[in-house]
């Protein structure tokens, strides 16, 4: 009997071709606009460090005075004297000092070309703070970490291009001019939204490649190839007031942030009675994902664009109304005969409903092909970093014909409930 209802459907629906394109086309694109920007807007809003969330804290302090922050905020990073502080105080379990970096690097393999590494000059607690994954030797010592060392990290891709894949620990590298032995090579890794890093960068798609010890940097006086705020001494100054070094603690639980917070408010008072600070400092300490929030990570033009592709969605379901209802209504005749003749309301009801599910299902099918075209024409309206991060996957395609089914299914039911009720006698007469 179903396959009969099928039938009947797909005959019906070609004897009133032009409303049946208009509808799937309707269904179609309301449907493809909103997998495709839900499926941005989930990849942007993943944060691959859930799990320690709540455990990871970053220090904010004034240090340009209230004027400043009324415009433009507390910095979002730390000057070095700052920073050295804090880190002297070792309060907390993991501290790690980061800033952004950018060397030339010229291979002893004459048939590679010299080639730009960028990534991180950061303390040793980084890698154990974000679970970085090795696939070859490790990260240098807490004694090079405090002193500087000529050892450097790098990443699966460069080590891929410099030394064809090999297990290049111990092997040296010559980055600006000076020389640098691996100590560690990473695999694949590159998590996103990177929170640590320039806002700019939050979303890089390409995996950083290079890691140096900070203080090795410091020594060596490499610029910072990321943000900084403020105008004053060189960086490396301990008399600088330019913030760009992101710092990260690890707090085991909330009376840990609790004490850190207090040791913040003392440290900042502190630096006031010293003279550093002409104005009641401002001190802020927000937990990782208060921080995505705090900064904007997740550009608000997907969420908006999500919202827009649900009110799209809302207009062609309403559309959908309209027309089955006049389709309906242009063979209330036909429906009057069958009940006439002794067709109960539920074999009507369930033709009808059959029909609608045929037209939704075709519909969805068209728009998960037109999901793969606008998930991959998303650089066209996003920044190419963040556009990047959609995919279309399996369950992203099945999403597609299953909310056109359910949205066509409710849709349908007010028109085909007002067309099983005619009366076969009025309709008769009125023929």
């Known amino acids: 009997m179903f396959s009969y209802y099928v039938a009947l459907g797909i005959r019906s629906l070609l004897n009133q071709r032009l409303i049946t394109i208009w509808m799937i086309l309707l269904i179609a694109f309301g449907v493809a606009g909103t997998v495709s920007t839900f499926s941005l807007l989930r990849a942007v809003s993943s944060n691959p460090f859930a799990a320690k969330a709540h455990r990871l804290f970053t220090p904010q302090i004034d240090n340009h005075g209230p004027e400043y922050v009324k415009?433009?905020?507390?910095?979002?990073?730390?000057?070095?004297?700052?920073?050295?502080?804090?880190?002297?105080?070792?309060?907390?379990?993991?501290?790690?000092?980061?800033?952004?970096?950018?060397?030339?690097?010229?291979?002893?393999d004459t048939t590679i070309d010299a080639l730009e590494a960028k990534g991180y000059a950061v303390s040793v607690d980084y890698f154990q703070m974000l679970d970085v994954p090795f696939l070859f030797g490790s990260a240098w010592s807490k004694a090079a970490d405090k002193e500087g060392s000529n050892e450097v990290v790098i990443g699966n891709e460069l080590n891929q291009k410099v030394f064809r894949g090999a297990n290049s620990v111990g092997q040296e590298i010559r980055l600006d001019g000076h020389t640098y032995r691996i100590s560690g090579v990473l695999a694949p890794w590159n998590p996103l939204p990177r929170f640590y890093a320039y806002y700019r960068a939050?979303?890089?798609?390409?995996?950083?490649?290079?890691?140096?010890?900070?203080?090795?940097?410091l020594n060596?006086?490499?610029?910072?190839?990321?943000?900084?705020?403020?105008?004053?001494?060189?960086?490396?100054?301990?008399r600088s007031e330019i913030s760009f070094i992101s710092y990260w603690v690890e707090l085991p639980d909330s009376a840990a942030a609790a004490r850190y917070r207090n040791f913040l408010h003392a440290y900042a008072d502190e630096q006031r009675a010293d003279g550093r600070f002409q104005w009641p400092a401002d001190?802020?300490?927000?937990?990782?994902?208060?921080?995505?929030?705090?900064?904007?990570?997740?550009?608000?033009?997907?969420?908006?664009?999500?919202?827009?592709?649900?009110?799209?969605?809302?207009?062609c379901a309403v559309n959908t109304v309209g027309l089955l209802l006049a389709r309906l209504m242009r063979r209330s005749s036909d429906i009057g005969v069958?009940?006439?003749?002794?067709?109960?309301?539920?074999?009507?009801?369930?033709?009808?409903?059959?029909?609608?599910?045929?037209?939704?299902?075709?519909g969805g099918l068209l728009g998960a092909m037109l999901t793969v075209c606008f998930v991959s024409s998303l650089g066209l309206v996003f920044p190419v970093d963040v556009a990047s991060l959609a995919h279309v996957t399996l369950p992203t395609l099945l999403l597609a014909p299953i909310i056109a089914l359910c949205m066509v299914l409710l849709a349908a039911?007010?028109?085909i409930l007002r067309a099983c009720r005619i009366e076969p006698g009025w309709q008769l007469k009125s023929s």
């Open 71 to 108: 415009a433009y905020g507390i910095d979002p990073v730390l000057t070095l004297r700052d920073v050295e502080a804090l880190r002297a105080h070792d309060s907390a379990y993991l501290q790690a000092a980061i800033y952004q970096i950018s060397l030339s690097l010229v291979p002893t």
């Open 202 to 217: 939050a979303f890089d798609r390409h995996a950083p490649q290079l890691f140096l010890p900070i203080r090795q940097a």
């Open 220 to 238: 060596l006086r490499i610029p910072t190839a990321g943000g900084s705020y403020g105008e004053s001494f060189p960086i490396w100054d301990m």
């Open 283 to 315: 001190v802020a300490l927000r937990d990782q994902e208060d921080w995505l929030d705090y900064q904007h990570v997740v550009p608000p033009e997907t969420r908006i664009s999500f919202v827009v592709a649900l009110g799209l969605l809302l207009v």
């Open 338 to 362: 069958r009940r006439a003749l002794g067709g109960s309301r539920s074999a009507i009801l369930f033709q009808y409903l059959t029909e609608a599910a045929v037209i939704g299902l075709t």
């Open 413 to 415: 039911a007010y028109p």
